[in-house]
Every structure is written in C-alpha cells, then in structure tokens.
C-alpha cells in the first residue's frame, strides 16, 4: 500500500525551537530549530519503515483564516513568534524542499486544515497516511487508514510515538472522532477558545 507523509511545519519547527538548546551558524543565523526540525523529519521516515510515496509539509501563513472571521478573539491572546525563530522560518521551508518536501501553503487556511485536507484525499485514494505534528488536535483525524506520528520528549531525549485508534483510547479514554466533543466542552486556552464553564480535561472525558 502506498504512504503519504504530511507533515505539520510550524508545529514540528516550534517544538525544535523550544526543545533544542540554541544554536548558530558562522554569520550569526540562528539555527537550532532547523536542527531540530529536520532531526524529527528524519526520524518520521524511519518511523514509517521506508520513504513514502509521497511527502509534503503544511506551513500557516500571516494572513487571518475563515476562523478569525467568524471569531474575533481567535487567538487574540497568542504572543508573536520569538524573533529567533521567524528568522528559522524561510529556511525552513527551503530545507523542506531540499529534502523533497511539497510545500503548501493557502491564504485564509491553517496548516491544520491542509492536514485534514490531505487525510481526507489519501483515505479516498487508498493512500495510507501518517501526519507528523506535535499538535494533540490533528487526534481526531486518526482512523483505519491515518496515524500520528507525535514527538515526545522524555528524559532529555525526542521520540515519535505512532498514535492510532487504539493508542488514542488508550491515553485519552474516548475515540478520535470525540476528540472534537472533548476540545469542543473543555475550550484550550492556546487559541483563546472558551469551553463550558467548570469543565476541565477530566470532566470532559467522562461527558
């Protein structure tokens, strides 16, 4: 069976940047993201057994999304990205595509949604598909034909755990699908998102 590898760019970079110890080249640029950023694309290849048969990496853009739109706060209170880092991203993308990556990108949409977008494509093109992110939201795409490949951290070291259906029941107590219903009653407070008043990750759960 064919595979397809999406990869979740700013959240893989983000995870370097913060997870590395920082970094520079001779003129001065910083680089430990893109250290990172490439250890954890190197080890979803090997993760998956052997080079897919297709690849691409998903980037957000600075352009508000339909979501803005239709929630002012949307990430209203979101801090902007380090200056470190933002000067990674270029590169980034670059070294994507060095690597064989297909870059995409579109105005009014997140790299979460391309995500969607390609695992939703792969499972009608029985494609098998694994989505490299550290982004516990992309959980809800998994089913019989997608997995994440998620970076943990642990004793100093980055593994990439393969979450499936029956990892995700394991760790959380629900299915991919209630995930959505999960996120929907506790809110996250990353993107400024209110849930139900009084109604934590436990409580949620048991709902």
């Known amino acids: 069976m064919k595979k397809l590898l999406v990869i979740d ?17 001779p003129d001065g640029l910083p680089t430990n993201a893109l250290f990172g950023f490439v250890g954890m694309i190197n080890k979803a290849f090997s993760r998956i057994g052997n080079e897919p048969s297709f690849a691409a990496i998903a980037f957000d853009l600075k352009e508000k999304t339909f979501r803005h739109k239709a929630c002012d706060t949307y990430k209203a209170t979101r801090k902007p990205m380090p200056d470190d880092l933002a000067l990674q ?8 595509t060095a690597l064989g ?25 029985e494609v098998e598909v694994f989505v490299l ?4 939201d992309s959980l809800q795409l998994v089913d019989g034909n997608t997995s994440i490949l998620y970076p943990s951290t642990s004793m100093g070291r980055t593994e990439t755990v393969l979450m499936d ?8 107590g629900v299915t991919p699908p209630e995930m959505i219903d999960v996120k929907a ?3 996250d407070s990353s993107d400024n998102i209110p849930g139900v008043a009084g109604v934590g990750p436990k409580t949620a759960t048991q709902l």
Request: charged share 25%.
């Open 185 to 187: 009653l506790m809110g």
């Open 165 to 172: 259906e029956a990892a995700v029941m394991e760790k959380y």
């Open 9 to 25: 760019g700013n959240s893989i970079l983000n995870r370097a940047f913060y997870g590395v110890r920082p970094l520079n080249a």
């Open 89 to 96: 991203l270029p590169v980034s993308k670059d070294i994507a």
């Open 133 to 136: 992110t550290g982004d516990r």
């Open 101 to 125: 990556l297909k870059v995409i990108e579109s105005v009014g949409y997140e790299a979460d949604d391309i995500l969607g977008t390609l695992s939703r494509m792969g499972e009608e093109s």
